[in-house]
């Protein structure tokens, strides 16, 4: 009997060590297209309704200065998966392809015993044009960068999608969002029961244009032009699927085990009313603030303490806060980072550092942006030589440029994004990587339609409402700079 009730207690000792993968936190990234920061209830927009999201940023860390990794969708996803800002990783712009070179989160916690999944918009294999499922064949889709599994679209989706499950293509009915996250929500049903802890990527379509909701959900907004009635009705349906994933962390009896992160891929568009940015300066494809600064909320019900806090953060935080949380070696990431460990912030109390010490910057074609705990200086045209300085802290809309009355900061700051800027050119050069180049090399842009690649099921995408006048060359932009 004493003999039997030692083995127990030996085992109770070691099982720890047994089932340590268990206790690695569940790791959930959400994130809208094209979502200002304006567009959500708790920031009391006069029209849209969020209270999914209401209750995520009640019950979690609600950042009020996050920001994007660039001012549009590929280059800030690429930002995500690397914690680095995304020039140094190829992707220049939207549809630009992320360097196979790069370590990404996916990797690191694949490596680390995670089960991992991507699931809704990707845009970061060089394909431009509307979203269309990512083939098996595609040499930068989401499993060559460390997903398991994965229900992708090469770029936005909308209602009744194509998407490609492993590469196999795949016809879905009813709103994007809540196809994404009823695929997330599977990928969390099958594993967790296993001994591996799940990481999952859910990256929406919406509110990205062509704006496309359910007469239910655009009814709230029917005294609205068409467009802008269409566009809050696909975020009805967004808050109402992250109410979904949300319930079911908790039926799965996973909510505490879970850290869970939503923000917005860039800053809001313009032309949509109400508008979007709640007041900011700018819109998407801008570095002042509204093209900028999104929604972030963190939430890990029994780790981070609910509140709302000014500190400053970004995108690029999220791979190295995750590195931080579960004690990873530093070399998973490639420096130099643009990112860094947010788990500081998780208690609340007097341990919370008040500030960020480290500025972020940004760069995006020739504009270029640096953000610190209360300034901000910035250029439309860093080849034109002129800058901008602006006080955050008392005029977040950018209205006073403080470039001349203060010298000393305006000063500091340029020195210092000039310096950040020559680092970016170096690792867009690929001095980052072993060989000290890029291997391969980065491929141009190209529409997907026009590839080799799809020109095989031509026929099936071709009948496609949403596909058919690509094809039949009556696309928007043709002839102009391509937009996303």
């Known amino acids: 009997m004493k003999r039997s009730l030692f083995f127990a207690y030996v085992l109770l000792l070691i099982f720890p060590l047994?089932?340590?993968a268990k206790e690695q936190p569940n790791v959930i990234f959400v994130m809208a297209d094209d979502m200002g920061w304006g567009q959500t209830g708790y920031r009391n927009h006069p029209l849209l309704k969020t209270p999914n999201l209401d209750a995520m940023a009640a019950n979690g860390l609600r950042f009020e200065r996050f920001y994007a990794g660039g001012p549009v969708c590929s280059p800030t996803r690429a930002s995500v998966l690397t914690g680095r800002s995304h020039d140094r990783t190829g992707v220049l712009s939207h549809g630009y392809a992320?360097?196979?070179?790069?370590k990404t989160i996916a990797r690191a916690l694949r490596s680390a015993g995670y089960v991992t999944g991507h699931f809704g918009k990707w845009h970061?294999?060089?394909l431009r044009g509307p979203?269309?499922?990512?083939?098996?064949?595609?040499p930068r889709g989401p499993g060559a960068f460390g997903f398991d599994e994965w229900v992708?679209?090469?770029n936005f989706f909308d209602q009744d999608p194509l998407l490609g499950r492993m590469g196999e293509i795949e016809s879905f009915s009813?709103?994007?969002?809540?196809i994404a996250v009823d695929e997330a929500v599977k990928f969390l049903d099958r594993h967790r029961k296993s001994d591996k802890p799940m990481f999952a990527v859910i990256w929406y379509g919406s509110p990205h244009s062509p704006f496309r909701a359910s007469d239910a959900d655009r009814a709230p907004f029917a005294h609205l032009d068409p467009e802008s009635a269409d566009h809050y009705g696909e975020l009805v349906a967004m808050d109402r699927s992250i109410g979904t994933l949300r319930a079911k962390l908790r039926e799965f009896g996973i909510e505490r085990d879970t850290l869970l992160v939503f923000c917005s891929d860039n800053g809001g568009l313009p032309k949509i009313t109400p508008e979007t940015v709640g007041g900011l300066r700018g819109f998407k494809g801008s570095v002042y603030e509204g093209g900028l600064r999104v929604?972030?909320?963190f939430e890990w019900p029994g780790t981070i303490a609910p509140r709302v806090t000014d500190h400053p953060a970004c995108v690029m935080d999220l791979f190295p806060t995750v590195v931080d949380v579960l004690g990873l070696p530093e070399e998973v990431m490639i420096r130099p980072l643009d990112g860094r460990s947010l788990r500081p912030l998780f208690p609340g109390g007097s341990e919370v550092p008040s500030e960020r010490g480290d500025p972020i910057g940004f760069r995006y074609n020739r504009m270029r942006a640096l953000i610190d705990d209360r300034y901000k200086l910035l250029t439309t045209d860093v080849g034109a030589g002129f800058f901008e300085l602006y006080d955050l802290v008392n005029d977040p809309t950018e209205s006073k440029d403080l470039a001349a009355s203060e010298s000393e900061v305006f000063s500091r700051m340029k020195e210092?994004?000039?310096a950040w800027d020559a680092t970016m050119d170096a690792s867009f050069g690929g001095k980052d990587y072993p060989e000290g180049k890029v291997d391969p090399a980065d491929p141009d842009p190209v529409n997907w339609f026009e590839t080799d690649r799809y020109r095989a099921y031509e026929a099936e995408l071709k009948s496609r409402p949403e596909y058919r006048r690509y094809y039949e060359g009556k696309r928007p932009g043709k002839g102009k700079k391509a937009k996303e």
């Open 174 to 178: 009813g709103d994007s969002s809540e």
């Open 295 to 297: 929604p972030g909320i």
């Open 98 to 102: 992320l360097r196979l070179q790069e």
């Open 131 to 138: 979203g269309a499922p990512v083939l098996a064949d595609d």
């Open 18 to 20: 047994i089932g340590g």
């Open 416 to 418: 210092q994004l000039l």
């Open 124 to 126: 970061l294999n060089g």
């Open 152 to 154: 992708s679209a090469t």
